[in-house]
């Protein structure tokens, strides 16, 4: 057992595993290796401080700066990826999530976090707060966005670090009572990218989208007509939009309105 199959059979230290004799091999090497004990103990704490986290959007300017630097840093990483061709996708993982988290510290210390703060009830800080009118810009998104890129994961800190790394969006996923978190999407309607959480219930999805919105006010969630073109049940309502300052969400899905208004209104929790 070397350090790389070591890592690759524990990481990462919260997921379940199979205990069989690769894992028992596998925990065997780690307490033996004072590197491969300290590249665990350090990513636990990581992602612990990451789950404890809650920050406000960054500027556009700021935003759009980390957007040219993540794509110059992905073409430098592809290439290497098709000159050695050694990289597996567990390593293409953690190098994503440690990129993800580089940004993370940027935003903290980068001194933005006095811009366009607002108040935060828990979890992911983007609960809708005191009324006001709902923003139109979602709904526009909900309806025409295309997909640009799919993370598949169950995995809610994979999912927070995905969102950050792609649109440096410091959101924590929300846990909706009897739905599985499946993965996120980054959609983009006229060069404008948001965020589309999909999650299951017993074969029934439901679709959770965030759209950062410069000058949004928060509003409380109401119904809506704004699915996707091709949205089975259109015309609705299958959908509930609402706002918190700076950004404008939707859940869509085929539930009865009351059901999908009391899924939108539930008390923010993360995973």
């Known amino acids: 057992m070397n350090c790389e199959k070591a890592r690759e059979i524990l990481w990462p230290p919260e997921r379940p595993k199979p205990a069989d004799d690769r894992l028992v091999a596998a925990r065997r090497h780690v307490d033996d290796c004072a590197e491969c004990w300290a590249f665990l103990k350090g990513d636990r704490e990581l992602r612990e401080r990451l789950g404890s986290m809650t920050l406000p959007p960054a500027p556009p300017q700021l935003r759009e700066r980390i957007?040219?630097?993540?794509?110059?840093?992905?073409?430098?990483?592809?290439?290497?990826?098709?000159?050695?061709?050694?990289?597996?996708?567990?390593?293409?993982?953690?190098?994503?999530?440690?990129?993800a988290a580089a940004i993370i510290v940027f935003l903290v210390v980068g001194g933005w976090l006095a811009v366009g703060s607002g108040p935060s009830s828990g979890g992911d800080g983007l609960?809708?707060?005191?009324?006001?009118?709902?923003?139109?810009?979602?709904?526009?998104?909900?309806?025409?966005?295309?997909?640009?890129?799919?993370?598949?994961?169950?995995?809610?800190?994979?999912?927070?670090?995905?969102?950050?790394?792609?649109?440096?969006?410091?959101?924590?996923?929300?846990?909706?009572e009897g739905f599985d978190l499946q993965g996120a999407e980054i959609c983009v309607k006229d060069w404008k990218r948001g965020a589309l959480l999909l999650y299951e219930r017993d074969g029934a999805l439901l679709f959770h989208y965030v759209l950062q919105v410069e000058g949004a006010q928060a509003s409380e969630p109401t119904l809506s007509e704004a699915t996707p073109e091709e949205w089975p049940g259109r015309p609705g309502p299958s959908a509930v939009v609402w706002s918190s300052p700076g950004v404008e969400q939707a859940l869509v899905a085929d539930l009865p309105a009351g059901e999908l208004l009391g899924l939108a209104r539930s008390p923010v929790r993360g995973f």
Not at 68 to 91: H, K, N, P, Q, V
Not at 139 to 150: I, L, M, N
């Open 67 to 99: 957007y040219a630097a993540l794509a110059r840093e992905r073409a430098s990483s592809d290439r290497d990826e098709r000159g050695a061709e050694i990289r597996s996708t567990r390593e293409s993982r953690v190098r994503h999530f440690a990129a």
């Open 127 to 176: 609960a809708p707060a005191a009324t006001a009118p709902a923003g139109g810009e979602v709904e526009g998104f909900v309806q025409y966005a295309v997909p640009e890129e799919r993370l598949p994961s169950t995995d809610p800190l994979l999912v927070s670090g995905f969102l950050v790394r792609e649109l440096a969006l410091p959101f924590q996923p929300r846990e909706f």
